[in-house]
């Protein structure tokens, strides 16, 4: 190969790694203005389980936190998640979620992990099928710590609760030059 040869395949190779560089810098660039977490469903999720519906049986009575069950209302029933816990309720198969409010306890030995009220269930869609397949999600990255603290070290096994990180911000925020005392410069002498 002569010297011009050697010197052509030189340039096309720097070329290539400036190209290189240059893609690279711009993916820094653009990749790092972001600076807010993004929370992922999967991070909510604390269950997952089979689920039933309970109704006319049930129906105007009391229910274990002491409120009167309604069957057209959205609440549900769990073994050991606070009263008063929002969830998010998704049915595996076809994706269709509710939001329910757990007021009453299943007994300890059931195999289901919750129990909607018959409202709920019409809204997954589960009145036919009876049981089906749910995830249980908490509705803010906050119940997650507030459950970790409400179960201490006696965490039931079945339930998944892991701390979510929160975001750091990398970059400062400009100072507000509205806001300083104005300074005078004072003459001194040397």
Not at 2 to 23: C, H, P, S, Y
Not at 120 to 131: C, F, K, P, Q
Not at 161 to 168: D, G
């Amino acid at each position: 190969m002569t010297a011009i040869g050697i010197f052509i395949d030189w340039q096309a190779e720097m070329k290539f790694v400036n190209m290189r560089l240059w893609i690279f810098l711009l993916i820094a660039v653009f990749s790092g203005t972001i600076s807010h977490a993004k929370v992922e469903g999967d991070s909510l999720l604390i269950q997952e389980g089979v689920a039933s519906f309970y109704g006319k049986r049930f129906h105007l009575r009391k229910t274990s936190n002491g409120e009167i069950f309604h069957m057209d209302s959205l609440t549900a029933a769990h073994k050991t998640l606070p009263f008063g816990t929002v969830l998010k309720v998704t049915r595996v198969d076809t994706g269709i979620s509710v939001f329910v409010k757990v007021n009453d306890r299943l007994p300890k030995y059931s195999k289901r992990i919750i129990d909607l009220s018959r409202a709920a269930g019409t809204e997954l869609n589960m009145i036919y099928d009876g049981i089906t397949l749910v995830r249980l999600e908490v509705v803010k990255p906050e119940v997650i710590e507030e459950l970790i603290f409400f179960y201490g070290e006696k965490k039931p096994p079945s339930i998944r609760l892991r701390p979510i990180a929160k975001a750091i911000n990398l970059y400062k925020p400009l100072p507000d030059w509205s806001r300083l005392p104005e300074f005078t410069i004072i003459n001194r002498p040397i």
